[in-house]
Structures are given as C-alpha cells and as structure tokens.
C-alpha cells in the first residue's frame, strides 16, 4: 500500500515537473520573440507607413504595456490555440506547422526504425566480441556515420543512386508528375496514397523515402550503436552474467535474456532522444531533398525574421522532447521492478 | 577409498596479456566430502574454482589431468561444457546483491537451472523451484518467488542462490566465499543450510575461502594456496599441527575471545615460500 501511495506522489510529482518546465519553455520562447532583432510591428506595417500607423498597431499587439502583463497575454494566447499569423503566408503559424509536420514525421519514423534496427544489434555484437574484428568493423563503420556530413552524403548519395544508376526516386516526397494527385487526409503521403488506393503514388513515395531515411537512419545509428555497445559491456562485465553462465546457460542466451534486457531502459532513452532530434528537423537532410518538412520550414523562417513562426516551432520542439522525455520515464517503470 | 570425483594435477593457469601464471602446478582430489582452499587475496584459489567450470574466456589453462567423474575437462568443447555447468557442477557465488539479475524475479532465476537442463514444462520448473526454496529454509516460498532481488535481504539472497545452484542436483558444488558478503549474525545459518544440503545429497563441496574457522568448523580437508601454488593440504581437525610457516602464521594471526591482548603476530613472508612444492 505504501509503494502505492509512493507511486502516485511520483506521479503528481512528475505532472509538476512537467508544468514547470512547460512554463520554462515558454518563458523562453517568449524571450526569443522580444529579443530577436526582427521588429515584428515593421513586418506587420511596412517600410513606409506612417507614424501614426505604426503607433496603432505598436499599441494593437500590446507593446506599450510592461513586459509582464504582456507575458501574461502571451500565455493566454498560447493557452488557447492562438499562435498568430505567418507574415510571410498569413496563415495561422499553427496550420503552415501542421501542413509540414507529416513530412518530417514521415522521414523521422522510418529514419529512426533504420537507425535502431541496425544499431542496437550491431551494438551488441560489438560488444560481445569486443577487441575482435567483428566489434573493429561495427566501430569503423560508426566512426564513418559519426564523421560523414550529411549534406555531402546526401548529394554523393543522390548523384550516385537516383542520378547515375535510377534506383532510387530523387528529391521532394514523390515524383513530380504525382504532385497533387493524392487528397490530402492526413498528411502522410504513405498513408493518404493508401487510402486512395493509388499504389503508384505510394511506390513513388516510399522510392523517394528510402534514400534521405537511410541516410539519416545511418547517422544516427552510429550514436545509437556506440551507447548500445558500451552499455553491454558494462552488463557483461556484472557478476549476475557469470550466474547464468555457471547455470548452464548458453553465450547467447546469457546475451539476450539476462544482459540485453538489462539495457532496454538505457536503449529507450537514447532511442528517444535520437528521434526528437530527427523531429526537430534534419534541416541538411531536408534541405539537399527538398523535402518540404519542419527542419525546412523552421529555417527559412529564421531566416526572413518570421517571429511568431520561430516561436512556434522552439515550442513544438521543447514540446517534443519533453513528451519523449516522459516516454522514457513511464518506460523505466515498466522495465525496471526497482524503480517501481 | 573411492575413486575420486574431481581430479586435478599440475594445474596451471594464466590470464591473458599476464607474464606468469596465476595458477602454478596445483593438484588435488575430491571425494564426497568438503574441501577448504584458504588462502590470501590473489592466491589464485577463486581462479582454480571458475577454471574447473573453465568459466575465463581469456585464460590459458593446462594441466596434466582435470578429470571430472569420466570428463575430461580441458578437452571438452564449450557447447559440451554447458552440459556440466549448472547440471553436474556448479559454483555459489560470493554476493547476492551482484549475483542475481536486479530485474527478473528470484523464482524466474531459479527455475531458470531446472528449465535449462530438464526437458519440462514451466509449471514443473516452477514446482521444483518453489520446492527448493523451501528447503533452503525460505518461509512462504511462493511469495519470494515472485518478489525482486532488491525486495530480499542478503541472507535470504544468499539462500535463493544455493536453491538455484542446487536445483540440477550437480555433483559437485563450489562455493566461492559464499558468507563473506553477509551479515555476521546470518552466516552460520546459511552455512548450516548449505552444509545440510550437501551432506544429504552426497555433494562433493569445495569451500572457498579465506576465514580459517569457518573452514576449519565446515570442512574435511584443507588446501592452503600462497602465490598460485598450494603450501599444505591437511584434515581439517589437524589445522592447528600445520608445518609450514605460511599456515602457521596465519593461525597465529587470529584474535581470540579471551586471549591475551597483545598485538597479533605479523605474517613475516619469506621469499622461499613462493617455490616451494606441497608435500
């Protein structure tokens, strides 16, 4: 009963945790609005508006007001749904985001089941081989995708495979001549082609996916390859290992079923952490496959000073990460009967 | 006498990448009975017992015999060898806190020898592990079965170790210091439950360790090991007529209970014991 009671005060706590940093992030967030050199009322009015013009809406958008209370007008528009409007499209930032969001979801998923289907095995045979040449080529091969620039890659990658040889569709999500042909219900060309039933939409797509999700899945393989090798290691090193081995047990099933699932709560997190950075924008990647996701998106906007849509998207990262963060943490209670 | 279960003669091991051997000729044999190795830090006597269960992947080992019932065990190929690990002969390790998996259930570990060794369903593992909790001595072996190694206390670890190294019914036992991480208070009693289960089941039961009464109270024979070579073997009721200085000096570093309260005597080490042969 008191394990229970502990329990939910972890929970409440956790939810407390979260707030806080939620608060955190906004506080940030807003800051970067205030600080960013872009004068957000000249971007409204123009270059050559009057005096008079300007001071309205200086005055409009609550600038006149001390830096608290507009905080607090910061706050209650995020609260409710209102993260202003895109000068550039003047759209609401929130629906440009959600428009280029499935792409990037799209390319991160298949990136980071890539990354950690290879990864995490490659990981443990290093580790279980360790100093032999199995664990050399595993590390030489994650010392490439540790050190390669993904751009140069990338265009290697695309100058070879699509160019050269045609194995493999080029930039953008499909090929041009299906632009459009698609309704789009989710946003995700995979899904939406599906639904449609148009299949060559859908080959198209996943030809144009394979290349920049392999790339990306290889480079954070290598991340994900190095933390799974040194966290075996550290396992095979405990003395629970030489237990199984004095049972009887196999090497491979002292490797799978006692010190692999020792590691799964370590393996979670990076894993985690590797997809939000994906999320967040494999802006290189994107950008040499004119893939139209949210790295693109976040860049350019930075570029011409578009606040609101800066701001939006801080926040939808910090968002992310803490939502994987607190993945990880539900996780850790599933795996692991000590933190229970 | 009958024909021994263990024989070793002329034992020899080195670790890899090391310049001498850690392990310098020792040869003994076992019987039915209980046999103390003593000896210092880095004797080399926790070495000789995870070599007969060839359980060093780096290290080389020879010898001119290392029989095993009919085995023999250096010629015996690794996937051979998982046969005996567990089945025939299997080894108590020193500490439960790091000997068990922190994240399966202590039941689950035990049961885990049975099922790796009997073709049976896992109800039938499960029956024979609750059983031998209970005869280790664990009151309401059902409910440890499903608990934790951090939910259990050492003594009790300790005990769910010996059930699960007992399971097979091997045939020889090697008990690598397997009080020295309990508590003072909970060590005779774990020693008694071992002790019992051996004798009855006719285990040859090697004691590894370095408290000279322990062994000399749960023991037959004594080896003593100094610098990977064994010094003396004796009887164990025989430790205090021990000729070599070595042995003699450690008995004579033992505090008493009641004893004078003078300092203890200091081990003088002589060079020359380190290439001395047992007699």
């Not at chain 1, 929970?11 to 872009?38: H, N």
């Not at chain 1, 996943?206 to 075996?232: D, K, Q």
């Not at chain 1, 926040?315 to 990880?328: E, M, Q, T």
Request: charge should be neutral; aromatic fraction near 8%; include cysteine.
């Amino acid at each position: 009963m008191s394990t229970r009671r502990l329990s939910m005060h972890g929970a409440a706590g956790q939810i407390g945790t979260i707030l806080v940093t939620l608060l955190g992030l906004l506080v940030l967030t807003f800051i970067i609005g205030r600080m960013m050199p872009a004068d957000p009322v000249r971007a409204i009015v123009g270059e050559d508006a009057t005096r008079e013009t300007y001071e309205q809406v200086f005055r409009s958008l609550g600038l006149d007001r001390p830096v608290w209370e507009q905080f607090i007008y910061y706050l209650g528009d995020v609260l409710t749904g209102n993260f202003g409007t895109s000068i550039r499209t003047g759209q609401p930032v929130i629906q440009d985001i959600l428009h280029v969001m499935p792409a990037t979801i799209e390319l991160a998923t298949f990136a980071i089941l890539i990354g950690a289907g290879i990864g995490v095995p490659m990981g443990v045979i290093a580790a279980v081989n360790k100093d032999r040449w199995p664990d050399h080529v595993v590390r030489v091969l994650s010392l490439f995708g540790h050190s390669m620039p993904i751009f140069w890659t990338g265009m290697i990658a695309l100058i070879v495979l699509y160019a050269k040889l045609g194995l493999v569709g080029g930039s953008g999500r499909m090929d041009q001549f299906y632009i459009g042909l698609v309704p789009e219900t989710t946003g995700f060309l995979l899904i939406d082609s599906l639904l449609s039933g148009d299949l060559d939409v859908f080959w198209s797509a996943v030809n144009h996916l394979i290349l920049p999700a392999s790339l990306l899945g290889y480079s954070s393989s290598a991340y994900i390859t190095r933390m799974t090798r040194s966290f075996m290691l550290d396992q095979l090193g405990q003395e629970y290992i030489t237990t199984a081995r004095v049972k009887g047990l196999s090497k491979h099933q002292t490797i799978w079923r006692h010190a692999f699932i020792n590691i799964r709560v370590q393996l979670v997190t990076i894993v985690a952490l590797a997809y939000g950075s994906l999320l967040e924008g494999a802006v290189l990647i994107e950008t040499v496959f004119a893939w139209p996701g949210f790295g693109q998106y976040l860049t350019s906007n930075l570029i011409i000073g578009d606040m609101n849509a800066v701001m939006t998207c801080v926040l939808i990262v910090g968002v992310i990460f803490i939502a994987l963060n607190l993945l990880s943490d539900v996780l850790y209670r599933l795996f692991d009967p000590r933190t229970r | 006498m009958n024909r021994p279960i263990l024989d070793v003669k002329n034992l020899h091991i080195r670790y890899g990448g090391a310049s001498t051997d850690a392990v310098r000729g020792v040869s003994f044999t076992l019987g039915r009975e209980r046999l103390g190795i003593v000896g210092e830090s880095g004797s080399g006597k926790s070495t000789v017992g995870r070599a007969l269960l060839r359980l060093l992947p780096s290290a080389r080992i020879s010898a001119d015999t290392m029989r095993f019932e009919d085995i023999d065990l250096l010629s015996l190929t690794e996937k051979q060898m998982l046969a005996v690990r567990g089945r025939r002969m299997s080894m108590i390790l020193q500490d439960p806190k790091f000997s068990l998996n922190p994240i399966r259930k202590v039941g689950d570990q035990v049961a885990e020898t049975y099922l790796r060794h009997f073709k049976c369903s896992r109800q039938e593992a499960r029956d024979k592990a609750i059983a031998m909790l209970g005869a280790v001595k664990i009151n309401d072996p059902d409910r440890v079965f499903e608990q934790y190694p951090h939910e259990i206390s050492g003594g009790m670890g300790q005990r769910v170790m010996i059930a699960m190294m007992l399971l097979a019914d091997p045939d020889v036992v090697i008990a690598d210091e397997p009080t020295s991480a309990l508590d003072v208070t909970v060590r005779l009693q774990v020693l008694n439950i071992l002790d019992n289960l051996v004798r009855d089941r006719g285990i040859g039961l090697i004691m590894i360790s370095h408290d000279l009464n322990l062994v000399r109270n749960f023991c037959d024979r004594v080896l003593i090991m100094y610098a990977g070579r064994v010094v003396e073997t004796l009887a164990a009721r025989d430790l205090d007529k021990a000729q070599h200085p070595y042995t003699r000096g450690l008995l004579a570093a033992q505090p008493r209970i009641g004893g004078a309260r003078a300092p203890l005597a200091v081990l003088d080490r002589r060079p020359e014991w380190l290439e001395e042969v047992s007699r």
